[in-house]
C-alpha cells in the first residue's frame, strides 16, 4: 500500500511538472503583441484562464522596455509596442501574433469605451475624436498608447516585421483558432465571450468627412496594411466591440 501512494505522489508530481513546461513552452514559443482596442483584454483572458501569461499577466516583461523608451511613461508596458523593448524583449526573441483592425472601428471603439456613461450621438463623437488626434496621443503615446497606429506595432524603426502573425479583427475568432492549431495550443476564441465591450450606438458610418480625412492621414499606413491583410481572403464578420 505504502508504494501506491508513493507511486501515485511520484504521479502527480510529473503531470504538474508536465503541465508547467508545457504552459512555459507555449510562453516562450508564441507571443502576443497587444494593439489597443483591438481585442487585446478577451485575448489575454481566455490565454490566462488557461494559466498561459500574455500581456498585462506577464509583468516581468516590464524590465525589457528600451532605456530610449519615450512612450513607457505614458503607456503600460503592455501597450507598448515591439520596438520600443531592447534586445532581450520576447518579442524578439519569440514567434509573435498581433490583430489588425480597420482605423474607423478602432476610433469609434475607443470613443466608446472612454465615453461609457454618457449618450453617445454622432455630434458628440466626432466632436471627441477631433480633440484626441493631436500629435501628443498618435506620435507620444498619449491615453496609454491607444492612439499609437497599429503599423508601429506591427514595423520597428528600420521596416523589420515584428508581429510575425497578424490577425484580422472581422475575422478573428476564426483566424485566432487557426493560429492556435497550428502552434498546437489548446486555447479557443468564442464570438460570444467578448471583454471590454460597449454598448451598440453609435458607428464608422456616423464619422463625418473631417475626421475621415484626418484618420486616413494619421493611420493612413494601417489603411494599407489592412487592405494587404484583407486581399488574401474574404472574411466573416465576428466583432469585439
Same mark, same amino acid.
Given at each position: 500500500?505504502?508504494?501506491?501512494?508513493?507511486?501515485?505522489?511520484?504521479?502527480?508530481?510529473?503531470?504538474?511538472?508536465?503541465?508547467?513546461?508545457?504552459?512555459?513552452?507555449?510562453?516562450?514559443?508564441?507571443?502576443?503583441?497587444?494593439?489597443?482596442?483591438?481585442?487585446?483584454?478577451?485575448?489575454?483572458?481566455?490565454?490566462?484562464?488557461?494559466?498561459?501569461?500574455?500581456?498585462?499577466?506577464?509583468?516581468?516583461?516590464?524590465?525589457?522596455?528600451?532605456?530610449?523608451?519615450?512612450?513607457?511613461?505614458k503607456c503600460k508596458y503592455w501597450h507598448l509596442p515591439p520596438k520600443e523593448f531592447n534586445e532581450n524583449s520576447?518579442?524578439?526573441?519569440?514567434?509573435?501574433?498581433?490583430?489588425?483592425?480597420?482605423?474607423?472601428?478602432?476610433?469609434?471603439?475607443?470613443?466608446?469605451?472612454?465615453?461609457?456613461?454618457?449618450?453617445?450621438?454622432?455630434?458628440?463623437?466626432?466632436?471627441?475624436?477631433?480633440?484626441?488626434?493631436?500629435?501628443?496621443?498618435?506620435?507620444?503615446?498619449?491615453?496609454?498608447?491607444?492612439?499609437?497606429?497599429?503599423?508601429?506595432?506591427?514595423?520597428?524603426?528600420?521596416?523589420?516585421?515584428?508581429?510575425?502573425?497578424?490577425?484580422?479583427?472581422?475575422?478573428?475568432?476564426?483566424?485566432?483558432?487557426? %493560429?492556435?492549431?497550428? *502552434?498546437?495550443? $489548446?486555447? &479557443?476564441?468564442? +464570438?460570444?465571450?467578448?471583454?471590454? !465591450?460597449?454598448?451598440?450606438? #453609435?458607428?464608422?458610418?456616423?464619422?463625418?468627412?473631417?475626421?475621415?480625412?484626418? %484618420?486616413?492621414?494619421? *493611420?493612413?499606413? $494601417?489603411? &494599407?496594411?489592412? +487592405?494587404?491583410?484583407?486581399?488574401? !481572403?474574404?472574411?466573416?464578420? #465576428?466583432?469585439?466591440?
Amino acid at each position: 500500500m505504502h508504494c501506491l501512494y508513493m507511486l501515485v505522489f511520484v504521479l502527480i508530481i510529473f503531470v504538474v511538472v508536465v503541465r508547467k513546461s508545457i504552459k512555459q513552452n507555449i510562453e516562450h514559443f508564441l507571443e502576443f503583441i497587444h494593439i489597443p482596442k483591438n481585442a487585446g483584454t478577451t485575448i489575454e483572458n481566455i490565454a490566462d484562464k488557461s494559466s498561459i501569461k500574455w500581456g498585462r499577466f506577464k509583468p516581468e516583461h516590464s524590465k525589457f522596455s528600451s532605456a530610449d523608451s519615450k512612450l513607457k511613461k505614458k503607456c503600460k508596458y503592455w501597450h507598448l509596442p515591439p520596438k520600443e523593448f531592447n534586445e532581450n524583449s520576447i518579442y524578439k526573441t519569440n514567434p509573435t501574433f498581433c490583430v489588425l483592425r480597420n482605423p474607423y472601428e478602432r476610433v469609434v471603439s475607443e470613443y466608446k469605451y472612454r465615453n461609457q456613461n454618457e449618450k453617445h450621438t454622432p455630434a458628440k463623437m466626432n466632436a471627441w475624436i477631433r480633440k484626441m488626434l493631436v500629435p501628443e496621443n498618435y506620435e507620444d503615446g498619449g491615453m496609454n498608447c491607444h492612439f499609437i497606429p497599429q503599423s508601429d506595432f506591427i514595423y520597428d524603426t528600420h521596416n523589420n516585421l515584428t508581429c510575425d502573425n497578424i490577425l484580422q479583427f472581422d475575422n478573428l475568432t476564426s483566424e485566432f483558432n487557426s %493560429l492556435t492549431d497550428q *502552434y498546437d495550443i $489548446d486555447l &479557443k476564441l468564442n +464570438e460570444n465571450l467578448k471583454y471590454n !465591450s460597449t454598448k451598440e450606438s #453609435v458607428t464608422s458610418a456616423d464619422l463625418d468627412d473631417g475626421v475621415k480625412e484626418l %484618420l486616413n492621414h494619421i *493611420y493612413e499606413r $494601417d489603411f &494599407k496594411e489592412l +487592405e494587404k491583410i484583407r486581399s488574401r !481572403s474574404n472574411v466573416d464578420k #465576428v466583432m469585439y466591440w
